[in-house]
């Protein structure tokens, strides 16, 4: 079994308070559970309107999927959504 863990850091720079912060984040996130069948939830900087920290885990047998699964994750966060900047984000895997 193999286990994806996918850090995203993102910058929300049209976010004047945390209530748009939640809305633009609640959005985003129910897009990507939808399209891509992951887990996903925001994991630190809780209390910051201006930047979110997103993880995204994801479980397969194999490791390639799993890999390519998060990076089109990645990409389509960074590719569809003009509300957000997108940072840096990092990729793991777990065996």
Not at 64 to 71: H, P, Q, S, T, W
Request: hydrophobic residues 45%; proline residues 2%.
């Amino acid at each position: 079994m193999i286990v994806g863990i996918c850090t995203i850091r993102l910058g929300l720079p049209g976010t004047a308070s945390l209530k748009d912060k939640r809305g633009v984040l609640k959005s985003l996130m129910a897009r990507v559970h939808n399209q891509f069948n992951v887990s996903i939830a925001e994991v630190a900087e809780n209390d910051s309107w201006h930047s979110a920290v997103l993880g995204v885990a994801a479980v397969s047998n194999d490791p390639a999927y799993v890999e390519g699964l998060l990076n089109r994750v990645v990409q389509w966060i960074d590719e569809s959504r003009l509300d957000v900047s997108l940072l840096d984000y990092e990729v793991e895997l777990v065996r």
